[in-house]
């Protein structure tokens, strides 16, 4: 069972930055692949960005590409998201995920995370 607890969700302006983290416990982190997921009022979970569990590998969603960065420490068990030039329509409640993967590859599906956090809000304001 693996427990994801992420932190740095708050309010900025913008064109302002955040960073996200997600810290995981009580599994063999660098045989999960990891993906923060959002979901907006209204509106379906979506991913936003994936990461292979040896951080090698990325994907994200076009609407961040250029933006959002990903990043994973398999030492500290913490998966990252840094998100530059925020816009008001990346407001949502964010989440981490980890999926357990027998290689080395991302994915950007729903149903291969087994494992959420709870969730952080992000509000950006114009």
């Known amino acids: 069972q693996v427990q994801l607890v992420e932190s740095g969700g708050g309010s900025v302006q913008a064109g302002g930055s955040l960073r996200l983290s997600c810290a995981a416990s009580g599994g063999i982190f660098s045989t999960y692949a990891m993906g923060w997921f959002r979901q907006a009022p209204g509106k379906e979970r979506e991913v936003v960005a994936t990461i292979s569990r040896s951080g090698g590998r990325t994907y994200y969603a076009a609407s961040v590409k250029g933006r959002f960065t990903i990043s994973r420490d398999n030492v500290k068990n913490t998966v990252s998201l840094q998100m530059n030039s925020l816009k008001p329509e990346d407001t949502a409640v964010y989440y981490c995920?980890?999926?357990?993967?027998?290689?080395?590859?991302?994915?950007?599906?729903?149903?291969?995370?087994?494992?959420w956090g709870q969730g952080t809000q992000v509000t950006v304001s114009s």
């Open positions: 995920a980890a999926g357990y993967r027998s290689s080395d590859v991302v994915c950007s599906i729903y149903g291969c995370y087994e494992y």
